[in-house]
T-cell receptor, first 108, second 117 residues
Framework: SQQGEEDPQALSIQEGENATMNCSYK?????LQWYRQNSGRGLVHLIL?????REKHSGRLRVTLDTSKKSSSLLITASRAADTASYFC????????FGQGTRLTINP | GAGVSQSPSNKVTEKGKDVELRCDPI?????LYWYRQSLGQGLEFLIY????????KSGLPSDRFSAERTGGSVSTLTIQRTQQEDSAVYLC???????????????FGPGTRLLVL
């Protein structure tokens, strides 16, 4: 069964706007990761946030984690056409459990 | 450096045939994982190898699925007597030995798209 639920399932925005995706999970975690997937193939690791962290930045990415609400968000600032992809959150140490993903489309 | 590679990229087979999918992990990575991504089930864990330990097979959906890892490097996922519901993208990942707090990142290959007719 899927640990994470992502919201929204699909998001379409204009280039230059910010995109926010949310992820909720069910059990306690040590860390949470975000991955990107282009064209239904390999997953690219974006960022990992530990359970004792509340916010983490990497370039145009900002991830927040609220363990009391069992939720995380991924913010992509100043979006580009190349950011068009599906984004997944994942929990677990070895056996990653993925959410259903958010399909992000950046319109030029 | 080279990432995780998988072969073949695409595989079309007939129902009832056996298939073998190959994964070459990143050199030096001691952990190797197989996942499956299908329309109905999303991304699912299948099996996990860590060094010389017995693999964690808890995600394998049936006894038609098996995997081995030879010499602690290359892995082969075998599906016997394939069924149409086995159609999916099979993804392999590898990571370094476990770090404190489970911080290791899994690096994924491009996947093998399997279609069972």
């Amino acid at each position: 069964s899927q640990q994470g639920e992502e919201d929204p399932q699909a998001l379409s925005i204009q280039e230059g706007e910010n995109a926010t995706m949310n992820c909720s999970y069910k059990t306690s975690i040590n860390n949470l990761q975000w991955y990107r997937q282009n064209s239904g193939r390999g997953l690219v690791h974006l960022i990992l946030i530990r359970s004792n962290e509340r916010e983490k930045h990497s370039g145009r990415l900002r991830v927040t984690l609220d363990t009391s609400k069992k939720s995380s968000s991924l913010l992509i600032t100043a979006s580009r056409a190349a950011d068009t992809a599906s984004y997944f959150c994942a929990t677990g140490a070895q056996k990653l459990v993925f959410g259903q993903g958010t399909r992000l489309t950046i319109n030029p | 450096g080279a990432g995780v590679s998988q072969s073949p990229s695409n595989k079309v087979t007939e129902k009832g045939k056996d298939v073998e999918l190959r994964c070459d992990p990143i050199s030096g990575h001691t952990a190797l994982y197989w996942y499956r991504q299908s329309l109905g089930q999303g991304l699912e864990f299948l099996i996990y190898f860590q060094g010389n330990s017995a693999p964690d097979k808890s995600g394998l959906p049936s006894d038609r699925f098996s995997a081995e890892r030879t010499g602690g490097s290359v892995s082969t996922l075998t599906i016997q007597r394939t069924q149409q519901e086995d159609s999916a993208v099979y993804l392999c990942a590898s990571s370094l030995a476990r770090l404190a707090g489970g911080r290791e990142t899994q690096y994924f290959g491009p996947g093998t798209r399997l279609l069972v007719l």
